[in-house]
T-cell receptor, first 115, second 112 residues
Framework: EPEVTQTPSHQVTQMGQEVILRCVPI?????FYWYRQILGQKVEFLVSFYNNEISEKSEIFDDQFSVERPDGSNFTLKIRSTKLEDSAMYFCASRRDRARNTEAFFGQGTRLTVV | DQQVKQNSPSLSVQEGRISILNCDYTNSMFDYFLWYKKYPAEGPTFLIS?????DKNEDGRFTVFLNKSAKHLSLHIVPSQPGDSAVYFC???????????FGAGTTVTVRA
C-alpha cells in the first residue's frame, strides 16, 4: 500500500539553527500539507501546497517557515531559525485530489527537538 | 483556536464492550467530519468520515453519528478490541476549505 514517508524520524537541533524536514508524498497525489503536534496538544494545520505554491497557511506559519517541492517527489518544510517552542511532532500529509471525500494520508512524523 | 473539541482526554473500556468517543465543534461552516486513529510513533490514519447531509455512517465495527443542531458527533466502536487502543482524533473541514481542524484527541485503552 502506498504511504507517505518522512525523514528523519527524530531531529535534534540547537536553537537558532535551520532545519529541513523531508516528506515523500504518495506519487499520484496533488495536494500536500504540513501539520504539527506539540506534546500534549492537538494536531495543528501549518500549510497546504498545490501546483507548486502555497494554497493556504495558518498564523503559525510565519516568515521563519517555508515549503518547497524541489524535485517533483520530495516536499520539504524548512524552519530557518528554530526556537524552543518549535519542538513538536511534524506530520506531512497528501491527498489525491480536493474532493471532500478524499482522505488525507499522513506520514509517521518527524519529532523535532530544539535545545 | 478551539473549533473542534474532544473533552474526554481518555477512555478505558472492556474488550467486547462499546467505546463511545465524543466530539463537539463550534464552527457552523464545518460540513465534513472525520475520525483519525493514531498509534504511538505513527501518523494519524483515516478511520471514517461523514458529510453533513447525513446523520450516520457505518463501516464495520465503526459508526459515526452526527447531530448538526447540537454541533456534536460521536464515534462508536462495537465491539471494542485490544487493537483499538490508540489515540482517536476528531477532525472537521468547511466547504471550500480543504485543511483539517483537529480536536485534541482521546486516548482509548481497551482492557482484556
Amino acid at each position: 500500500e502506498p504511504e507517505v514517508t518522512q525523514t528523519p524520524s527524530h531531529q535534534v537541533t540547537q536553537m537558532g539553527q535551520e532545519v529541513i524536514l523531508r516528506c515523500v508524498p504518495i506519487s499520484n497525489h496533488l495536494y500536500f500539507y504540513w501539520y504539527r503536534q506539540i506534546l500534549g496538544q492537538k494536531v495543528e494545520f501549518l500549510v497546504s501546497f498545490y501546483n507548486n505554491e502555497i494554497s493556504e497557511k495558518s498564523e503559525i506559519f510565519d516568515d521563519q517557515f517555508s515549503v518547497e517541492r524541489p524535485d517533483g517527489s520530495n516536499f520539504t518544510l524548512k524552519i530557518r531559525s528554530t526556537k524552543l517552542e518549535d519542538s513538536a511532532m511534524y506530520f506531512c500529509a497528501s491527498r489525491r485530489d480536493r474532493a471532500r471525500n478524499t482522505e488525507a494520508f499522513f506520514g509517521q512524523g518527524t519529532r523535532l527537538t530544539v535545545v | 483556536d478551539q473549533q473542534v473539541k474532544q473533552n474526554s482526554p481518555s477512555l478505558s473500556v472492556q474488550e467486547g464492550r462499546i467505546s463511545i468517543l465524543n466530539c463537539d465543534y463550534t464552527n457552523s461552516m464545518f460540513d465534513y467530519f472525520l475520525w483519525y486513529k493514531k498509534y504511538p510513533a505513527e501518523g494519524p490514519t483515516f478511520l471514517i468520515s461523514i458529510s453533513s447531509i447525513k446523520d450516520k455512517n457505518e463501516d464495520g465495527r465503526f459508526t459515526v453519528f452526527l447531530n448538526k443542531s447540537a454541533k456534536h458527533l460521536s464515534l462508536h466502536i462495537v465491539p471494542s478490541q485490544p487493537g483499538d487502543s490508540a489515540v482517536y482524533f476528531c477532525a472537521a473541514s468547511a466547504k471550500n476549505d480543504y485543511k483539517l481542524s483537529f480536536g485534541a484527541g482521546t486516548t482509548v485503552t481497551v482492557r482484556a
